[in-house]
């Protein structure tokens, strides 16, 4: 399995970006997805989780009402759509597969087996 994590960029506070998280092999849509971030000197943490259908997401009470994630399991991707941008969002956004068939929403990184590279969000003031 392989995760391509893409969209990140440099946007003013207040601003949007969409993260995509792109998927090898055919067994995408039955395992649940997050996102994750780690700012410059901090541990990484949960962003966000949706279930393997799509019906059920968590969210981090920091982003919560400011980020959506999202999935399409015909194109293998799953998103992060990131809306009222703070400099305090400024970090590499990782996107990962939890490791559990048919499996629900998880904010724990351990339960995630699979990583993509990361992709840069910096958010100016």
């Known amino acids: 399995v392989q995760l391509q994590a893409s969209g990140g960029g440099l946007v003013q506070a207040g601003g949007s970006l969409r993260l995509s998280c792109a998927a090898s092999?055919?067994?995408?849509?039955?395992?649940?997805m997050g996102w994750f971030r780690q700012a410059p000197g901090k541990q990484r943490e949960f962003v966000a989780s949706i279930n393997w259908s799509g019906g059920s997401t968590s969210y981090a009470n920091s982003v919560k009402g400011r980020f959506t994630i999202s999935r399409d399991n015909a194109k293998n991707t799953v998103y992060l759509q990131m809306n009222s941008l703070k400099p305090e969002d400024t970090a590499v956004y990782y996107c990962?597969?939890?490791?559990?068939?048919?499996?629900?929403?998880?904010?724990?990184?351990?339960?995630?087996?699979?990583w993509g590279q990361g992709t840069l969000v910096t958010v100016s003031s």
């Open positions: 990962a597969r939890r490791g559990t068939l048919y499996g629900g929403t998880s904010t724990s990184s351990v339960s995630y087996d699979y």
């Open positions: 092999g055919r067994t995408f849509s039955t395992y649940a």
